[in-house]
């Protein structure tokens, strides 16, 4: 079952101005999604409580996206550092 990957303009934006490994690392994760949109760590993001937010860590990065089941799409809605993503 392939999932296809969505993000809006300023995720990418953010994702351009990174370091190529940080980029490459975080482009790969984003790209396993489409195949297991669960992966070993992934974590259900409490605060949201419309939509069930996911989280999956690369490094310092925080991945947050949705999962649309009936549309097998992924929505990226935030990347970022620990620090900054849950803003």
């Known amino acids: 079952m392939t999932f296809s990957i969505g993000y809006r303009r300023k995720i990418q934006k953010f994702i ?8 490459e690392r ?9 195949e297991n949109p669960f992966p070993q760590g992934v974590v259900r993001v409490e605060g949201y409580k419309d939509y069930k937010v996911f ?8 991945i947050l996206y949705l999962v649309d089941y009936t549309e097998k799409f992924i929505t990226i809605i935030n990347i970022d ?3 900054k993503v849950y803003d």
């Open 26 to 34: 975080l482009r790969k994760s984003i790209q396993s999604l489409a």
């Open 81 to 83: 550092k620990r620090s």
């Open 55 to 62: 989280r999956i860590c690369i490094g310092d990065f925080r």
């Open 16 to 23: 351009e101005r990174l370091p190529a490994d940080t980029k």
